[in-house]
C-alpha cells in the first residue's frame, strides 16, 4: 500500500466512476482497473461493487477509504511542514511569453526566490500554443498564457485535458500612431486614464503594423478591426513589440500594442500618438495561468500559484 495507490482508491469512491476518476489523476482508465485489480489480489479481498448507480465501496472498501484519507491528510500535513522547515527543494518548471515574463514572472520571481531558494526554477519561453503542447505533454508544471473570448485551437486543447485556468491580470490594448497621421482623439484623457478615447472608424485606411499570425496579438487585433468593420492595408508584419514600435515611431504606420507595455515606453518615442480604444471594441487580453488541478499539489508550484494571486 503506497500513496499513489491510497489516492486511487479515494478517488474511485469519491467519483464512483472509474472512467471520470482515471480523467481526474490523469492516467488511461485500463491502467487505473489493473491498480485496483492488484490492490484487491494483494488484500485478498474486494474494494467497490458495480451499482445501478456507479462504482459503490463493499465493507472492506469502505474500511480501506476511510484509511487513505486519513493517510494521505496526515501525509499532506507532513510533507507541507517538513517543505517549509527545509524552504523546499526541487524544481519548478514554468512556461510564458517573453511578454508575460517580463510583465508578471519579473515581479514574482524574485519574492519566490527569497522564500524558496532551494528550489531550482526553469523558465521556457514560447508563444501560447507551444506553451499548451508543453503543458499537455507534460514537460512544464505551469504555463502563462493570454486567453480571449473568441479562443484558438490551443485553447480547446487545454480544455479538453481538464487543465484549470485562472485569470492573474486583465490588460487593454491602445492605439499606437506617429503624428504624422494626425489622429485626433474624441476628447480628452478621463480621471485614471493616461490616453484619451478614440474611435477606431478613424483608423480606416491607414498602413497598419500587424503581428506574426501565430501571435495572440494578431489574433485579437483582427477580430477587433473586423468586428468595428475597419478595413486597414498591412504596411508589415513583425514579431516583436520593440519591432512595431520602430516603425510606428518611423512613420510607417499605426498598431494596437498592450497598454501596460506602452506606458513603459512612451516617454522614449516623442512622436508617438497613444490613444485609448472603447470597452466596447474588446480590445484586450487576459494573462491567466494553466496548470493540472490536483488535491495535493506540490509545494513548490502551489506557493507560486499563491504569489500570483497577490498581483
Same mark, same amino acid.
Given at each position: 500500500?503506497n500513496e499513489k495507490e491510497l489516492l486511487y482508491v479515494k478517488t474511485i469512491a469519491e467519483e464512483r466512476n472509474i472512467t471520470r476518476a482515471a480523467e481526474k489523476l490523469h492516467i488511461a ?115 502563462? =498564457?493570454?486567453?480571449?473570448? +473568441?479562443?484558438?485551437? !490551443?485553447?480547446?486543447? &487545454?480544455?479538453?485535458?481538464? $487543465? #484549470? ?51 495572440? =496579438?494578431?489574433?485579437?487585433? +483582427?477580430?477587433?478591426? !473586423?468586428?468595428?468593420? &475597419?478595413?486597414?492595408?498591412? $504596411? #508589415?508584419?513583425v514579431y516583436g513589440f520593440p519591432s512595431a514600435l520602430d516603425c510606428v515611431s518611423g512613420g510607417m504606420g499605426i498598431t494596437f500594442l498592450p497598454e501596460l507595455y506602452v506606458r513603459k515606453i512612451q516617454k522614449d518615442y516623442p512622436n508617438l500618438k497613444c490613444f485609448r480604444i472603447d470597452n466596447s471594441s474588446a480590445a484586450y487580453w487576459t494573462a491567466a495561468v ?22
Amino acid at each position: 500500500m503506497n500513496e499513489k495507490e491510497l489516492l486511487y482508491v479515494k478517488t474511485i469512491a469519491e467519483e464512483r466512476n472509474i472512467t471520470r476518476a482515471a480523467e481526474k489523476l490523469h492516467i488511461a482508465q485500463p491502467s487505473l482497473t489493473q491498480c485496483v485489480q492488484r490492490i484487491e489480489k494483494s488484500l485478498g479481498c474486494s474494494l467497490f461493487h458495480r451499482t445501478n448507480t456507479g462504482m459503490m465501496l463493499t465493507d472492506s472498501g469502505e474500511l480501506y477509504y476511510q484509511v487513505a484519507c486519513r493517510t494521505l491528510e496526515l501525509w499532506d500535513r507532513f510533507s507541507q511542514e517538513l517543505s517549509n522547515r527545509n524552504h523546499a527543494g526541487g524544481r519548478l518548471t514554468l512556461g510564458a511569453s517573453w511578454y508575460n515574463t517580463i510583465l508578471i514572472l519579473s515581479q514574482i520571481l524574485p519574492e519566490y526566490n527569497r522564500l524558496y531558494p532551494k528550489v531550482e526554477v526553469q523558465l521556457v519561453e514560447k508563444n501560447t500554443q507551444e506553451l499548451a503542447r508543453l503543458l499537455i505533454d507534460g514537460d512544464v508544471d505551469a504555463i502563462l =498564457i493570454h486567453q480571449y473570448p +473568441d479562443e484558438y485551437p !490551443e485553447q480547446r486543447l &487545454i480544455e479538453s485535458k481538464k $487543465v #484549470v485556468c485562472v485569470p492573474v491580470l486583465k490588460e487593454r490594448f491602445c492605439v499606437a500612431a506617429h503624428e504624422k497621421f494626425h489622429l485626433e482623439a474624441d476628447g480628452d484623457a478621463e480621471n485614471g486614464e493616461d490616453f484619451p478615447l478614440l474611435d477606431l472608424k478613424k483608423i480606416s485606411g491607414i498602413p497598419f503594423v500587424r503581428f506574426s499570425r501565430n501571435q495572440r =496579438i494578431r489574433h485579437i487585433s +483582427d477580430f477587433v478591426l !473586423e468586428r468595428a468593420g &475597419i478595413q486597414v492595408p498591412t $504596411v #508589415v508584419s513583425v514579431y516583436g513589440f520593440p519591432s512595431a514600435l520602430d516603425c510606428v515611431s518611423g512613420g510607417m504606420g499605426i498598431t494596437f500594442l498592450p497598454e501596460l507595455y506602452v506606458r513603459k515606453i512612451q516617454k522614449d518615442y516623442p512622436n508617438l500618438k497613444c490613444f485609448r480604444i472603447d470597452n466596447s471594441s474588446a480590445a484586450y487580453w487576459t494573462a491567466a495561468v494553466c496548470y493540472y488541478q490536483s488535491d495535493y499539489q506540490p509545494l513548490a508550484l502551489q506557493s507560486f500559484l499563491d504569489l500570483l494571486k497577490l498581483i
